[in-house]
């Protein structure tokens, strides 16, 4: 069974500060994905990350895929409100998803 | 509306009843799946189809049953609901790709709004 350690689980923070979320495996995954929840609905993905050493940015989002496919982190800058979530890292592995057990973020106005 | 559909929406029930929440999808996918997400826990996986006729155990099956009526139904049941399996259920989607060292992976997984089942 392949496990993703996700931290922190909690965070709390002002509006307009940085933070990173980190996941990190044993394993190897073919790719990693981080998806978003909000209270109510499902996860939506954010972003596929799939070259060891890949950086994505989607707008003040970046997003960065281990050298050796086994971990990944998410940071934000300048945190804004509408950026409180839960945060789920979810690796691919053969045939199924493995899921982190998610951030919950607060972003304070 | 939604490319996949959960329902119900919200549900309470006894111990020892059996519960039947449905799923639908219109992204005409081959792969669904059943996870369970409680507090802490993250999403865990119940079970999971590739096609009509392939029906896997996830990492929590004891207590579930699945039937995949069609491509773009997947149900899962509770035959004697407990109050442990109180839960935030979802079903999800995929396509299948390929990749040269695992071979087939599951690609973005679609979800559906989720189903809250209280069990009492």
């Avoid at chain 1, 996700?6 to 002002?14: M, V």
């Avoid at chain 1, 994505?56 to 990944?72: E, V």
């Avoid at chain 2, 096609?51 to 773009?72: C, F, P, T, W």
């Amino acid at each position: 069974t392949q496990l993703l350690e996700q931290s922190p689980q909690f965070l709390s923070i002002q509006e307009g500060e940085n933070l990173t979320v980190y996941c990190n495996s044993s394993s190897v995954f073919s790719s990693l994905q981080w998806y978003r929840q909000e209270p109510g609905e499902g996860p939506v993905l954010l972003v596929t990350v799939v070259t060891g050493g890949e950086v994505k940015k989607l707008k003040r989002l970046t997003f960065q895929f281990g050298d050796a496919r086994k971990d990944s982190s998410l940071h934000i800058t300048a945190a804004q409100p509408g950026d409180t979530g839960l945060y789920l890292c979810s690796g691919a592995g053969s045939y199924q998803l493995t899921f982190g057990k998610g951030t919950k973020l607060s972003v304070i106005p | 509306d939604a490319d996949v559909t959960q329902t119900p929406r919200n549900r309470i029930t006894k111990t020892g009843k059996r519960i039947m929440l449905e799923c639908s999808q219109t992204k005409g996918h081959d792969r669904m799946y059943w996870y369970r997400q409680d507090p802490g826990l993250g999403l865990r996986l119940i079970y999971y189809s590739f096609d009509v006729k392939d029906i896997n155990k996830g990492e929590i099956s004891d207590g579930y049953s699945v039937s995949r009526q069609a491509q773009a139904k997947f149900s899962l049941s509770l035959e004697s609901a407990i109050p442990n399996q109180t839960a935030l259920y979802f079903c999800a989607t995929s396509e299948l790709k390929s990749d040269p060292y695992f071979g087939g992976v599951a690609g973005e997984l679609f979800f559906g709004e989720g189903s809250r089942l209280t069990v009492l």
